[in-house]
C-alpha cells in the first residue's frame, strides 16, 4: 500500500486506498440488512492490505453503517490501527444544539471516544449557511479542543463556485471529500476544484472514483479502448489509476462489495504514484471518456446554470439518469431509479409546464423541455 499526506496534517500517513462504508454487502433487498459477517470480512481484508482509513457517515445503510462499523472494529480489536472518519448530518441540522447531539450519538453508535476524520456531510449553498448561521464551525472547534474530533473537513455536493466559496469561507478547514472520476472531470467541485482546494493546502479526498461502480462495467466500446493497450488492465484499474494518479489526491475511497475487490484495488494502490500516467495511457482514459460521451443522449454537463428550474423540475438529475442509461446500456437501472425518485417526488420532466425559462441559460444550447419530454418517455 502506498500512503500519502494532507497538507495540514503532515505527521500522518493516509492509505492510497480508504474503504467506504455505504455500499456493504446486506443479505437481501434492505440495505438496513448489513451482512455483517461479510462486512467485517471486508474491514478485515483492508487491514490486512494496509489501508488505514475507514469512512462512513449517519444515514448510510439507513443509520446501520456506524453502529457495524463500532461493532466490527471491537470485534477485531482494530480501532487503534485506523483513521476512523464519519459525517454530521448537516441536513438534519436545525439548531446549535443538534451539533453537539449528532456528535454524542456517534461516537457512542462507533464506541469510541474521538472521530478522527469529522466531515460536514453533503454541503451544499443551502447547508453552508445553516452551517454558519447555527454555528457550525464553532462547534468544530470546540470538539477539536476537548479532542472529540481529530480533523475537520467536509464532503460536498453542489457547483464549483459553492465549492470555493466554502473553502474560501472556511481557512481552518482541513480537508475535503469530492466525487471525482475519468468521466466527471467538469461535475460539481471536478477538477478544477480539486486543484482549487489543494492550492489552499485543503487535502482532498476523492469518492465515487468508479461513479457508484458503473465505470467497472463500462460498454464494449470502452472494453476494446482498454483492450488495445500493451498492458491488460480491468476497467475498475483504469479508473482507480485515473484518479491516483492526480497528487492533490490524498485518498479514494471505494465502497467494495467483497473481500476480493478490495484485494484488486489495493493492488492498484500499492503501485500507482502521482503524476505517474504515461501519455499513452492519458490517452486511453481520454479516448475512453470520448467514447461515452458520444454516446449520451443529451450533451448536458451538468454545470447547473439551468436550475433551479421555478416548476420543480430536476433537469441535471434528469439528464443525468438519462445519459447514463445511454452510455452505459444501464436503461432498467436509471428507470426504476427515476420512477422511484424524481418522478415519485414530483420533480421529473413530468412537472416541466415548457415555460422555456431555462433555455437561453443553457451554455450547451439544449433545447431543455423538447429533450426533458424524450427522456421522460424512456424513464418515466
Ligand atoms: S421549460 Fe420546463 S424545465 Fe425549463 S424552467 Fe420551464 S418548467 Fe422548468
Ligand atoms: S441542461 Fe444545460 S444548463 Fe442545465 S445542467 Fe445541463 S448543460 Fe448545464
Redesign the pocket.
Known sequence: MLYRKFPKIPDLEISALGLGCMRLPTTGDDSAAIDEAGATAILGAALDSGVNYVDTAWPYHKEQSEPWLGRAMRDLGCRDSLQLATKAPTWLVKESGDWERFLSQQLERLKTTRIDFYLLHALNGARWKTVLDTGGLEFLARARADGRIGHAGFSFHDSLGVFKRIIDGWTDCEFCQVQYNYLDEGFQAGGEGIAYAADRAVGVIVMEPLRGGILARVPDGVRSIFGGYRTPRMPAEWALRHVLDRQEVVTVLSGMGNAGQLYENAAVASSAQPNSMTGPERAVIDQARDHLVSRMAAPCTACGYCSP???G?N?VDTFGMWNEAAMFGTVDENRRQYRSGLQARGNGAQA???????VPKCPQGID??AR?KEAHSTLG
Open positions: 428550474c421555478p416548476s423540475v433537469i416541466c409546464v415548457e415555460c422555456g425559462q431555462c431543455i423541455p426533458l
